[in-house]
């Protein structure tokens, strides 16, 4: 018995389902605990959909907004039956549904023809999707022509209806003309931020915004294409910040960048950032100063770690209030310490923690008895004062100001860069008293520094015939180091608990080590990786054996490998 012929469309995205080794029995999208939720697309699709779902709660049809990739954003509407069956093949908000994942389907394929497209019933490519008719229609930038996303209406295959794709259609072109709407308000702020910037500035600017990128003549013709491409990848990290900041970025040709980052608002909403690049240049004097490798008790020779070592050694010479703010790990008390040890041997250093000292008064009261004593003081952690405690220091720190004529103490906290909501009192009442804020960077800014770190770290632990070979250092130098330099120390501890001398080869690293994947996996995703490295391992690099050994399909290791970017 023979069925209706297949039409072309979805003939072709069957070859290509096929050749990206999609499992056709169970739909196995990829999730995604971290998206964003704050664009443009989502900024304007929302009013859209809202009343969209309005007209259709209870009937059997979907809305579904997913981004340029395919990841699915919101889902709106549909009775319980569906919305049951929905999730069964995880056609659920966080799951990217691409061609490549899980078959022909009206999301992923619509973004691979470029196009709109119905898909219904059977010519789904994976089995448990052909209960379902998807109609997905592109949703593009007007100005910009780039890609935002897809709108795509569902229904079950027996209620399919050409009538869909005209609807999928409509709704994508009412949420293109409200990104225009939105867009022009947010655009036309950070353009005109852009502009007063390279007025004033008359250096080197970027701007970035959800859509736009702006980079000024200045710019262009001061940095070869090399470090431009490092500027817009550090602008990246910075943009989506809601607080001014500036930073220090080593550029490849060796030039230190000055990036100072301002964002831009419209009301609530942020429109982007505009960031003034300025190259670092300090006096002959200055310079030869901060070669000194590092300050003694950390290890360090990037430009970026000189520099922030030079700015806390200048603030404890003067005895001038720090806080030392970054990503956990990155070393603010290491740094704070080995910069007091370095310049003011002779005083006493006192380190409180309010982690350890969980009573607001035993952690004021310590304070006190170490700065009656003549001690220099580091509170770590800060951002975990609880309100009488801020109060209670802020008492006491009045008090040190005002009377101390000679003889002051240094005074020193550590605080998290992303500290929350909650830091409104920190901020306005205690950060006051601390006239300089130094920004210790996090480890992927200073990769370069890995060798030396993991030397250092080793011997520390007391693995000094422990070496790493350079596959390996290599390789750590890929990462992106959520945890930084205490996710680094982890690595080599758990390392050095296998073997304790000779020199470590790439498959001797941990799996969290072995791929390259800079998303941020689920637990049960990292469990999955750290399975399939295990198997790896195991079978000697053979992909099929380890496959066989996990029970999983051969085509699914292979996109999983590929996912997680595995090296092996
Ligand atoms: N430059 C460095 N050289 C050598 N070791 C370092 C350096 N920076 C950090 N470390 C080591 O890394 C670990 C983490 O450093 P540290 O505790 O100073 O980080 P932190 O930023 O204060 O962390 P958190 O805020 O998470 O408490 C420590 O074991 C420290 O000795």
New binding site residues.
Partial sequence: MTGPPVRNSIRVSWQRSEASNVDIDRPAPTYLDRFDRETTLTRAAGPVIDALASELTDEPVCIILTDAKGVVLDRRGGDASLLRRLDAVDLAPGFRYAESEVGTNGIGTALEIGGPILVNGAEHYNGQLRVFSCAGALITHPVTGGLLGVLDITTKARNTNSVLLSFAKLAAKRIQERVIEEASALDRALLSDYYAACRHSGGSVIALGDEVFMMNTHAQQHFDAVDQAALIDRARDARGGPKPLVFLTDLPSGTVARMAYQPTFVRDTLAGGVIQIKEQREPATARAQTRIP?IPG???TSAV?RHVSQEVLDACTRTDWLVAE?E????????LRAVHDHASSSRHLAILDPAGLPEPDELVAAARAELDSGSDLII??AHLLQAEAIDGLTELLQIVRDNAVTDAPWIAL?V?ADRGQDSGQLDTQLLHFFPRTVV?PPLRHHLE?IPA?VR??LC?AGFADLTLSTTTVNQLMRLAWAG???QL?GVLTAIARKRRSGVVQLEELPPECRATTRRHLTPLEALERDAIVEALSNSGGDKAAAAGALGMSRATIYRKIRDFGIVT
């Fill in positions: 590092s950390t290890v360090g770690w970054g956990p790990g990155v070393g603010k008390l290491c740094l770590r952690h550590t998290l210790v520094d770190l250092s770290l520390k930084n330099i205490t120390r």
